[in-house]
């Protein structure tokens, strides 16, 4: 294999591929729900799809059609993809959760107190709904299989 743009190497070039495609969808899943683009999503995390699921899953598979199912390199990528996995369904949702308890409560206590206590709120938008995960999962499958004459070379 050889002629990728990213670093000579076809199988990040899809990655990346699939975590554009999946923060380009953000940019416009709002206008589904009657409203306006948000170009500012193209570079932040959490939402659907989940372009962490989609950049993994997509490896994942294009090593899966490169080097086959039984191959150490598809072993290694599907242990890659069900730790990004869970942690964004698990750990930085929680995180995204108690940023959001944390902007409540500070926000309760500058309001009576009459006194800043941070400057900026927490970022709350940090994990992903496991349905989030889902699609996301299943865009990288798409896209790995889209490319799968790219990838052979």
Known sequence: MSGGIIFGNRLLDVA????????????????????????VRMFQTGGMPSSHASTVVSLATSVCLLKGANSIEFAIAMVFSGIVLYDATGVRRQAGKHAKALNTLVDSIEKRDGIEIISEEFKEFLGHTPLEVFWGSIL???IGLLFRGYIAG
């Open 140 to 142: 990288g499958i798409v």
């Open 16 to 39: 990346a591929i699939s975590c554009f495609s999946a923060q380009f969808y953000k940019v416009f899943y709002p206008l589904l729900k009657k409203e306006k683009i948000q170009w």
